[in-house]
């Protein structure tokens, strides 16, 4: 785990909210995840556009992503899962800093399968820091 | 441009529909876009899911994405881009072939900007191979 806090856009992530670090990754579990296993994954350094990242922070992020999904699709018994990048306010970005939404599918989680989208711009209650830490202890475990 | 037909997962894509190519990854026109500058981009590999892809493939794959993404966003006068993949049936894959959604947005193309990927699952009139072609050949200017 990182000593010094890593940063998602403004706010302080704390290191029991991270599962999976790379060199230039991180995973987190999500405050208000819009279905069971909706993690993000983000580059370390703080930049808010896709086209402000060097390819080898692409490299590594999508990377990480494949290391990630794999685990959190079997984890959470998905059978699909949505990758989706909001890329600037208009594409509904809220956080000013790059973040790939992960989120695992299953054949009964919507009628419509693409209703995902709408949902993550819903308001939803936030989860509790002892329910986000015990999912990320729970997924640490795999990257180990 | 390619002498081997490219193929999107069991469909022969023209020449005339690509815009981009790199080493393992090509770009194409939209048949039936959910809104103005909605591009496609492949794996030259046909392979059903994020995870099949190999790291090198990842690499050039997004790679290629943030400089497709960045022309595409420009020339259609986005402020934003949405990136999806669709990864498996459950989470709305149609083709079986892994491909990346690039969507340029403006502050005034949906009332909320999530209801895109609603928008991504609604029937839709196909464009004209002539339409198609146009587009692509105006795009590929970019590229060469």
Redesign the interface.
């Known amino acids: 785990m990182s000593v010094t806090p890593f940063m998602f856009g403004p706010w302080v992530i704390r290191n029991s909210e991270i599962f999976f670090e790379s060199a230039l990754s991180v995973a987190l579990v999500n405050l208000k995840p819009v279905l069971p296993g909706h993690v993000l994954i983000c580059p370390r350094r703080v930049v808010p556009r ?2 402000d ?1 060097e ?1 080898h922070e ?2 590594d ?3 990480s ?2 290391i990630v ?2 685990v959190i699709e079997k984890h959470f018994n ?16 809220t956080v000013p800093h790059v973040h790939i939404h992960i989120i695992p ?3 009964t ?1 919507y009628e ?7 949902e ?2 819903k308001e939803r209650e936030p989860r509790t820091l002892e329910t986000m830490a015990k999912e990320a202890d729970e997924l640490r475990v795999y990257f180990q």
């Open positions: 896709y086209y990242l390819d692409i490299a992020l999508w990377k992503a494949k999904s794999k998905g059978d699909g899962l949505t990758f989706a990048i909001q890329d600037g306010k208009n594409a509904g970005q599918r299953q054949k989680d419509n399968t693409d209703q995902i989208y709408t993550i711009e």
